[in-house]
């Protein structure tokens, strides 16, 4: 694709999205038809743009309910929550992209780019939460693996320890701390509805999770002087990240 077809793409996009919130009388079908065809490749344009970000969905305070977080908007389209314009907000990330298309005459060839065969980090640090690149970024590429998962390790900690110690006053650490707030007898951080079995089983899964990556991970490196391979410290940062983006994705009833 050339520049001028990706932005004609992004404007078809855009008018068709906005129909969905309109009042006026339109083709439904041929609408949701054109937006489900092209989703994945507006989405890839707007991530190679850097002007798609996830979004918090939040209930009016008077009604209460479940806040939804890191919500990519491309998955309400068609059903937005609580009255939420997500049409609007992503005809105005459509506006932005066009208007970075249009000063960067090389995008097109930067959204073609693949990755060569050799090249086994191709864009790794988009698997990796936003709060773990940012304390462990800069020590993987100054060749610090092990202190970079420390790092991350760390940041899962100091924020579960904080949102247990502002719901219950206690200080915890660790392993203690995970099992503590992830219990699905009585979970200060729940992930899943732990009413039903699956969701029962899911909290019980993850706090176990949470649990061995500090007994697992997080004490060994802080204990001994440990050396480990980069490929080694990548994977473990994913599988930290999925633990901060399960946070993210908690389910919060107050």
């Avoid at 209460?64 to 997500?86: A, C, K, S, T």
Wanted: aromatic residues 8%.
């Amino acid at each position: 694709m050339t520049n001028p077809e990706i932005i004609q793409l992004l404007k078809q996009y855009r008018t068709h999205l906005l129909k969905l919130g309109s009042y006026s009388e339109y083709d439904y079908q041929e609408t949701r038809t054109f937006l489900n065809k092209n989703r994945a490749l507006v989405q890839r344009i707007l991530t190679c743009a850097g002007t798609l970000r996830f979004v918090d969905v939040a209930p009016p305070p008077m009604f209460g309910g479940y806040m939804m977080r890191n919500v990519n908007p491309m998955d309400l389209i068609f059903d937005p929550p609580y009255g939420l314009d997500i049409h609007s907000h992503l005809s105005d990330v459509i506006e932005q992209t066009i208007g970075i298309i249009e000063a960067n005459p090389g995008f097109a060839a930067r959204l073609e780019a693949r990755p060569k065969k050799d090249d086994r980090e191709y864009d790794v640090w988009a698997l990796i939460h936003p709060q773990i690149a940012e304390v462990s970024k800069k020590r993987m590429n100054d060749g610090y693996y092990a202190d970079a998962v420390e790092a991350a390790c760390k940041a899962v900690n100091t924020r579960v320890r904080d949102y247990v110690q502002d719901q219950t006053g206690e200080e915890l650490d660790g392993a203690g701390l995970m099992k503590k707030a992830f219990s699905p007898g009585n979970p200060i951080i729940k992930i899943a509805n732990v009413e039903n079995k699956s969701g029962h089983d899911t909290q019980q899964g993850f706090m176990e999770i949470f649990a061995g990556v500090m007994t697992g991970i997080r004490n060994p490196k802080a204990h001994d002087n440990e050396t480990i391979t980069k490929e080694d410290a990548l994977r473990k940062l994913i599988m930290i990240s999925l633990l901060m983006y399960k946070i993210d994705g908690r389910l919060i009833t107050d």
